[in-house]
């Protein structure tokens, strides 16, 4: 594995991900997925709506540090209310 | 009877998922793993944090290239669409014809990108190739390797040239999808040309359209060889695209880091873009009831 050049921050982050994934695939074992329409008019279902929270995030991380707004951990909590209202309303 | 739920189908998907695994997870996880770090060579490594993110964000070269590429691939969707739906539309439906303009129309599709590269670096050329020869006698002034407006019109007609085959081939594929009933209804109505195309033919194409723009924008969006091959990126940087440019960074001047940075912007464009488009298809189908 040392080819990959892992690093323990890029090793976290791909926990994360992965446990991400894997929760969103037992909850929707367990309490099976029911598409809704949200703001965005189209129809979307939990797993969609972690795609949209997951590439959002990345864009807001971006755009973040493009602009340089702030210190980049503080676009971490910009991510999660922007998760909480994908998760919300779309 | 009831049906039992079993879901071990999926284990059938392994197979598939190993290669995914090997040929692009595991790859786009190193590039993750280089983009924060700096390294010389030597598989050494040093912890670099968001610097490159910062400097790619921050760079002109990123952005020109960024412009200059959805440039080009808003230029050959404009013309390749249109174009591909004409032609669609002018192919004879059945009979002997039909097939050899399906024979011919592929012919384009079938050729590697480094041999369409080659053919049109050769027709393009003012001393030996047709194109850039008969251009010169003409008096018109082309010479891709010096002339901005040239290399582009050429890269831009290769790619047209390359790739119109595609979009209007599916076009086609979706007309004749249509059934006859359609066109007996119009006629009954005395529907013009233009009404049996808007509120007929359209409709009907826009599913394979949707995918024909889809995978020509990601084609496009990702193209290297051919311009690569025809203009090397120049003259100056002016056809130096996405691709072209990160290639230079990774491998010309083995900035890994950077290169991997640019990559993860680069692929997040991509992903945003298919997302869209992918999105815009399915709830176009569900629109339609397919």
Known sequence: ?90 | MNKTVNQKAWFLVLPVLLLVAFSAVIPLMTVVNYSVQDTFGNNQFFWAGLEWFEQMLASERMWDALWRQLTFSAIILAIEVPLGIFVALNMPKRGFWASFCLVLMSLPLLIPWNVVGTIWQIFGRVDIGLLGYTLDKLGISYNYTQDLLAAWVTVIVMDVWHWTSLVALLAYAGLQSIPDAYYQAAKIDQASRWAVFRYIELPKMAGVLMIAILLRFMDSFMIYTEPFVVTGGGPGNATTFLSIDLVKMALGQFDLGPAAAFSIMYFLVILLISWVFYTVMTNLDKRDGV
């Open chain 1, 1 to 90: 594995m040392a080819w990959m050049a892992w690093t323990t921050p890029t090793a976290i982050f791909f926990l994360v991900i992965a446990a991400l994934l894997i929760t969103f695939t037992i909850l929707a074992i367990k309490f099976p997925e029911t598409p809704r329409v949200g703001i965005l008019r189209i129809e979307t279902t939990r797993g969609d709506r972690l795609f949209i929270t997951l590439l959002g995030s990345a864009f807001i991380n971006l755009i973040w540090l493009g602009l340089e707004v702030g210190p980049q951990p503080y676009a971490l909590l910009a991510c999660l209310v922007y998760a909480a209202a994908v998760f919300r309303w779309v």
